[in-house]
């Protein structure tokens, strides 16, 4: 395990350990698997059978609450979360065409992460930005009034962005060596 | 009692005890409001809405399950408008069903199939998308389909309410619900005991057992094999109910006629095999007893038990009898002792087991049980599976002419029948245990504090002024309960029985499907069951294992004297802890205390 995974788990156990003493550590479950998203991105299973151990809680009912809630990831998530709003505004507007456009660009299906990494692609409802419609957020940031070239734009600025701080990473790596 | 209270069904007035649901006192009075996720022993689930009644005042139906009585209430059962939202409740369910009950294992035996039946559903007025999944065939024991399954949940409530192995839950939500274990793995990997009870409540085929009768029939027209087979204590109480017969008739004597019928050259008792489990385990008691070895000693006939013991209380481990399983005995001296005395090359052998369980399937098939290379028991069928196979090969068990075992494997004392119901392996050590110890005859050798269908019973015997403590738990919830006070408290007993299934072997998951108007599970039926097997006791001359004279007969000849290294080399064997761990929920743990 690396240092940065064992730092993550001793957050994880820290957030644990309230609920563990608690008469009914079951009720704390939702909130610590925020946690555990919170901290992994997703909900890793060896995670989950930590969450189990700790608070005795078989790994059935946690699994099922996993797999209830849309907000949880069951896979790890792309670094960009790009949410295609499919609300009534968005979807008179366009919003199936943008998420095709993306679809294909992106070669993944929706739920799916490209295989770099770099992106998630999600369905959302309503992202409260209708004057603007079809949107979609990337990140925290929303982008408006798309069409299919605007859209394959914007994701390639993000893929720009992503490939010049490898570089620049690298450069640094490389000027590191002895 | 509680002041009665007045409702009214169908307009007639009733005076009914308050505090339980519409559904209890429609019971009660005679009216069977039609249902299908309830189930007694479970908690209540609400999920079907099939059980719905028309309660006057009320904007909506209400699910009877669930809707206590109350004064002056006013319920209607069976109002054409009621009938009609029933009926389309049920054809809603079938729309995202297979429609292949002509070919489906549970036909003619299934409940959707009866209430579809009593609903009176003539044609279909829904079409819709149905659900594909492919079938989990993983596990030796138990298959599970989940695209025959209607989310009644009767399953997930068996495993974590009464089994306590909390292995199946329903993932995922709306049209797309599944049950399954734990990240989707595979029942074979999960911390499934293959008890199979989830097969004995499922109302269709979402769960059954792993079927090998084909491969039997296959083998038992093979002219170069052997054709042996064993059936437990509990499969001659129980294999009358597929025939249509009352619940609590010992078949025996037809059961052994009919599997000579289907082509077995020897048919012996797996109750002779349990005689002599007595003989091994009574042995290794007094052994820990006398040297300071671990107690308390726990049984270890149950092979749902065993997985459970291995992933859910390896700290365990050394308290357990290092005894094979009565099925696991019968093979292997099936293997040697038979195949030396007369002749036969074991691997010639076709060494059958018909048993009331599913999970002996999963256990014939542990490598730990092996000896000279060879499995003792190649093929398991349950008590399901061999009615069917009788049937179909279209023999009458009900009329056919009762026969006897065979010999050397087939005496058995009233001790070894009683193996079949719960707190029989205990009485039955009790008697062989105190003669050996004391060397003096027990007199009252029905031990009734062991007996009956109580979670968990405990009870003493006096061995030369020593006292002698025991304890007995059927279901494997109830052997949680009665584990965790063990876990607190190590010196509290001396010998522990534990059997998975709810009522012992006779509840088993490999046992004949609940009847028409009766339910899985149901306790009057288990009692039935258990009497047959008291009674076949009490029937016998001989009632102590130690007094069977084909077991004397094989220590004499081969095994020597109990716990001898022959004896260990083919009769014991070991557990390990295994993965995935499995958990118990704290609150069952932190209830579990004193209930003395």
Redesign the interface.
Known sequence: MTQVQTEKLQTLREAMQAARNDAHPESYLIGILHKVQEIFGYLPREMMDEVAQTLEIPTAHIWGVATFYHYFNLEPIGRYVVSVCMGTACYVKGAAGVLETLKKELGVEVGKTTSDGLFTLQEARCLGACGIAPVMMIGEKIYGQLDSKKTIDIINQYRKAAAEEKSAVGAEARRGKP | MSRLITITINDKPYQVEPNQTIMQAADKLGFHIPRLCYHPKLSIEGACRVCIVEVEGMRNYVASCAFPVSDGMKIRTNTPTLRTARRDIIELILDNHPQDCHTCERDGNCELQRLAASMGIRARHFEGERKRYEKDLSSEAVIRDPEKCILCGRCVRMC?EIQQV????????GFHTVV?????MPMGES?CTACGQCINVCPTAAFLEKNYTQELFEKLNDPNLVKVVQFAPSVRAAIGEAFGLEPGLNMEGQLIASLRKLGFDYVFDTQFAADLTIMEEASEFLERLQNGGVLPMITSCSSAWMKCLEQFYPDLIPNVSTCKSPMSMQGAVTKTYFAKKKKIDPRKILSVAVMCCTAKKYEAARPELMFDGMRGVDIVVTTREAAWMIKSAGIDLVHIQPEEPDHPLGISSGAGAIFGTTGGVMEAAIRTAYELYTGETLVDIEVEAVRGLKGIKEGSITMDGKEIRVAVAHGLGNACRLLERVRQDPSRYHFIEIMGCPGGCVGGGGQPYAQINSIPLDDDNLRKRAQALYDLDKAKTIRRSHDNPDVQKLYKEFLQSPLSPVSHQYLHTHYKAKT????????E??MSGDSK
């Open positions: 974590s909390h292995n199946l839950t329903q993932a995922h939500r399954m274990p734990a990240y989707n911390v995935p761990a499995g958990i118990i929920p704290k609150k743990r932190t």
